[in-house]
């Protein structure tokens, strides 16, 4: 929970788990929530309307997981509110959504990466989108080159996260 002016006012006993996995900090001190600062100044530059993007992000911490930071303001929108900040899990279609764009695969391949975290087979995914079981091979091919991934098993580990879970709570 932040201020208005971005004090830190409290936060949850999850949060510094996270804010550690976020920024480690030396030794014994406390992390710095600069990912939440990040999401607070982004509310309150939309707020002032310096930028229209949402007061959210994606941060990738170790071991495969994903959590999104999303701020907003309590108690009203007439800019003196405290502002409050979640940290969660990424959802699984977030994830495959976020990891398509970073590993700048086509709109196909997206599409045949979300039919693969959906559970279809080649076959399946053919038929699903009216091509060849040869062209989901090909596409296939072309994901792996872009994502370093060798196997689908792997694809899917990279994609979804393979880390241990930190629980689906909000925690900010």
């Known amino acids: 929970l932040l201020s208005a002016d971005?004090?830190?006012?409290?936060?949850?006993?999850?949060?510094?788990?996270?804010?550690?996995?976020?920024?480690?900090?030396p030794g014994d001190r406390a992390p710095i929530p600069a990912?939440?600062?990040?999401?607070?100044?982004?509310?309150?530059a939309g707020e002032a309307g310096v930028d229209a993007h949402p007061p959210s992000a994606r941060v990738?911490?170790?071991?495969?997981v994903w959590v999104t930071l999303r701020a907003a303001r309590l108690g009203g929108a007439d800019g003196d509110g405290d502002i409050a900040v979640t940290i969660e899990?990424?959802?699984?279609?977030?994830?495959?959504?976020?990891?398509?764009?970073?590993?700048a695969l086509s709109p196909r391949e997206?599409?045949?990466?979300?039919?693969?975290?959906?559970?279809?087979?080649?076959?399946?995914l053919a038929e699903r989108l009216f091509i060849s079981e040869h062209t989901v091979q090909d596409h296939f091919k072309s994901i792996f080159a872009k994502t370093g991934a060798r196997t689908r098993a792997s694809l899917l580990s990279k994609v979804l996260g393979n880390g241990p879970s930190h629980g689906g709570a909000n925690v900010g």
């Open 6 to 25: 971005l004090a830190v006012l409290g936060q949850t006993p999850d949060t510094e788990k996270y804010l550690r996995l976020l920024v480690p900090p």
């Open 35 to 44: 990912g939440a600062y990040n999401v607070a100044a982004q509310l309150l």
């Open 60 to 64: 990738h911490l170790s071991d495969g």
């Open 89 to 103: 899990e990424t959802s699984p279609d977030q994830r495959v959504s976020l990891f398509a764009k970073s590993s």
């Open 110 to 124: 997206s599409e045949v990466l979300g039919h693969l975290v959906s559970g279809s087979e080649t076959r399946q």
